[in-house]
Structures are given as structure tokens and as C-alpha cells.
């Protein structure tokens, strides 16, 4: 194609233009380096000011990076189904989130998270507790790093064990002895409360049952729901209501909250709940302030206290365009100081165990110093990609048991049975 001479010194100049905003984009003011990360979340407890300020130490260390944090509905099933909608159609749109402990195999497998081992080797995960760091192994490999601890405890009405002579109970048989000893002589009191409504929060209960007489619902990825073990403690949950009368058939409804209510009105001697439960009561005007005691959850003779793991951890969407800086939030975030800092203005527990001898945290926080045995004994809930589904077999299975449905025996073969055919899907 022949052109004027005209046209070739207008291409010359317009091309020489191009040329020059080209270099002019290739060295950016200083500002522009910076890489923004998304981190999502769920709505955090406590004041978010503190949270904010944490975010600023990290981005004041680490000036190439700006954190935005993007928050979930406070309901843990809704953040699942938007990280499921979500990480199934690849989005890059976050880099870092914060899970549910159960869901990390199931992202694991599905290849959503990205593998956090160099940032937790072998030799640095001894500085967490044992369980959460067990919960996100997948295949060998570490896809998460343990954020904040949670697991169930026993609160009790102090005032009414000393009023009695009574010291917290090592036992299921104590608490049941205790319970019934001090509602006859105190009429209108609920023994023990705990949380029995069809959802999670059942399963979570009646593993502590199960895992405090020695039974479990995987071993070795073998199916061990159907055990004897497994019948007397599910059993027992049933006598509760039933047989001893020591907990009220209402429970068959409860959730956290219901029960937190009940037992901060006054009304319970026992309760099963997580550790949130504690600063609620020892608040101005609580009706229990000064008067509740926190345990280990009692065990069967012969066996450990077993409470569920519970807690949140962090990983990295494997689709990230920023994954290095993402490891570097994520240790920042799940480091000694962060953690620390959360515990003392959010509240959340740290996953640390060497915070749990800080001076400061003692001296400002003496209920979460003595934690650290639940959290040292805590169980998680089956290690498996099919968590969820087979969590949605228990709960109607578990609360068939408690609203004398089925037998204890009977949930158990339904159960296994259910679960075997899950199972089969991964062969």
C-alpha cells in the first residue's frame, strides 16, 4: 500500500505519541505499585474500630499492599453458598477468606484453596492447637491457617453448687446426680440445657456424647458410626430428657441462644454452649453476674472430656491474582501480636497456646486463660470433603433419637447405611 508523504509524517507522529504514553505507563507514580487484596469475612464480633486498626498496622508494614475487607451475612450457610457460587465459577474478585472449620476439605478437594504449607510448615504448626491445624489437612497438605478457637464448654451456677456442697461434675452420672439433687430442692430450675433443635448445633452435642465414651463416626476413613460405644452415649442423651428428667423436652427446639437465654435468666443449673456465652453473663445487670462457673464438658467413666471443635480458619482462592501478598496477610493475621490483639478487643480465642500464659491476656481476660484445656482436648468433627452431607444425614437422624422417633439403635444403622453410600461417591 503506497502512501503520501503527508500521511507518513502523520503515522510517524501519532505512532511517536503512542510510544511515549506507552513509557509513561511503565513507570507509575509510587501509589500505583500498591496492590489491593479483598479479603472476605462474616460480620466480626466486638468493635469493629479494632479489627480496622489491626488492617492499618499491616498495611503501615507492608506499604505495597492495601487491604479491602468485604463483609458476609452473619449466617455461616449463606457465606458458604456464596464461596461455593462463587470459587465454582473461578472468580478472582477476593483473595483472602475466612472458613468455617468444616468446610476446608470440602474446598480442598474441590481445588478452590491454594496450599498454605510453606507458610505452615511441620515445624510451626506445634504453636497451634492440635485440632484446628488437623482439620485443615487435606492429602498431606495444609490449605488453611487457624484464625480463632472455639469449642463447648460446661457453664454452671457456681452459687448453687457451693449452696450444696456440690464441686463441678467429672461426669455425665455426676451432672445427672447434681442436676436432680439441686432441682428438688429448687423448684423451677432446668437441671441442664443444651441445644437440640435440628441443625449443626445438634450434631456438635451429640458428638461430645459419643467422643467422651470413646465412639467417633469415622476411623481411618472406615465407617464406625454403629458401635456400641455410639448406642450407650446417644442413649444416655435420650435418658436426659426422658429417663432422668434432668433436661426439659423444650431442648428438642433450642439453639445457642435459647439456651444462652434460659440459663441467663436464672433458670438452669447446667448448660452446654461455646465460650461467647460468658462475657453476656458478666455484664452489668446480668441477673447471673458473679455466679457462673465454666468447665470442661463431663465424660464417661473411663474416658476424656471431648468437646467439638469449633472456629474459623483463613485460606487463600486459588484463583487469586495476588497470592504472595495473600500469604503475607494471612501470617500477619494469624501471628502471635494479631491474635492477641483480637482476643482483647474483638474476643475472639486465639489458636495460638503460648497466648494462653501471656500475662496480659490473663490478667485482662481470666475466663479465656482458662480455656486452654477445652481447646487443648477439642475434637474436631469428621475430617472429610462430605462433611456437610453428612452432617445433613445426622441432624434428622439425632433428633429423631431426642423427640422419640427412632431408637438410638435404629438412627445408627439408618445413619451408617447413608453414609456408606456417600462414601461410595468418592470411589
Not at 498454605?116 to 488437623?134: C, G, H, M, Q, Y
Not at 455466679?291 to 472456629?311: A, E, I, R
Not at 482462592?317 to 503475607?328: F, L, W
Not at 481476660?365 to 453428612?390: C, G, H, N, S, V
Request: glycine share 6%; charged share 25%; hydrophobic share 40%.
Amino acid at each position: 500500500m503506497i502512501r503520501s508523504k503527508g500521511a507518513q509524517i502523520l503515522y510517524l507522529f501519532l505512532f511517536s505519541i503512542l510510544v511515549l504514553q506507552g513509557c509513561n505507563r511503565e513507570t507509575p507514580p509510587v501509589e500505583n505499585d500498591q496492590v489491593t487484596i479483598v479479603f472476605k469475612h462474616g460480620k466480626l464480633a466486638g468493635d469493629p474500630e479494632a479489627f480496622e486498626t489491626l488492617i492499618e498496622k499491616f498495611e503501615e508494614r507492608n506499604p505495597d499492599i492495601k487491604v479491602k475487607g468485604e463483609v458476609l451475612p452473619s449466617l455461616s450457610d449463606e457465606q458458604h453458598q456464596f464461596y461455593v457460587i462463587n470459587l465454582e465459577g473461578k472468580s478472582s474478585d477476593f483473595d483472602v477468606f475466612a472458613m468455617d472449620v468444616i468446610w476446608v476439605p470440602e474446598f480442598a478437594r474441590a481445588g478452590w484453596l491454594r496450599d498454605v504449607s510453606n507458610i505452615l510448615p511441620t515445624d510451626k504448626r506445634a504453636a497451634f492447637f492440635k485440632a484446628p491445624i488437623e482439620a485443615a489437612v487435606f492429602q498431606g497438605k495444609i490449605y488453611a491457617a487457624p484464625w480463632y478457637i472455639d469449642a463447648g464448654v460446661l457453664y454452671y451456677r457456681k452459687d448453687l453448687l457451693e449452696k450444696y456442697g456440690f464441686t463441678p461434675p467429672g461426669t455425665w452420672e455426676d451432672l445427672v446426680y447434681i442436676a436432680s439433687e439441686i432441682t428438688r430442692r429448687e423448684p423451677g430450675l432446668y437441671g441442664f440445657i443444651w441445644q437440640g433443635k435440628q441443625y449443626e448445633g445438634l450434631v456438635c452435642n451429640a458428638l461430645e456424647y459419643m467422643h467422651s465414651h470413646g465412639g467417633d463416626i469415622l476411623k481411618d476413613g472406615r465407617i464406625v458410626f454403629d458401635s456400641i460405644d455410639n448406642r450407650q452415649a446417644l442413649e444416655f442423651m435420650e435418658d436426659l430428657i426422658y429417663k432422668y428428667r434432668v433436661t426439659p423436652e423444650l431442648v428438642t427446639t433450642a439453639v445457642e441462644e435459647t439456651t444462652r437465654h434460659i440459663f441467663g435468666t436464672g433458670k438452669a443449673i447446667f448448660m452446654r454452649n461455646w465460650p461467647y456465652a460468658w462475657n453476656i453473663f458478666e455484664r452489668d445487670g446480668s441477673i447471673v453476674k458473679g455466679k457462673v462457673g465454666v468447665s470442661l464438658l463431663p465424660s464417661f467413666p473411663g474416658y476424656q472430656s471431648s468437646p467439638t471443635l469449633g472456629g474459623w480458619h483463613l485460606g487463600i482462592n486459588k484463583y487469586s491474582d495476588h497470592p504472595k501478598e495473600a500469604e503475607r496477610f494471612i501470617e500477619f493475621m494469624t501471628s502471635y501480636e494479631a491474635q492477641k490483639t483480637l482476643s482483647l478487643t474483638v474476643g475472639y480465642k486465639p489458636t495460638r497456646r503460648k497466648l494462653y500464659r501471656d500475662s496480659d491476656l490473663i490478667r485482662a481476660q481470666p475466663f479465656t486463660a482458662k480455656l486452654y484445656d477445652a481447646f487443648e482436648q477439642a475434637i474436631p468433627r469428621p475430617i472429610t470433603p462430605y462433611y456437610m452431607m453428612i452432617s445433613q444425614i445426622l441432624q434428622p437422624e439425632f433428633s429423631a433419637i431426642i423427640s422419640r422417633i427412632r431408637k438410638p439403635q435404629e438412627a445408627l444403622e439408618s445413619g451408617s447405611k447413608q453414609i456408606e453410600f456417600i462414601l461410595q461417591l468418592e470411589d
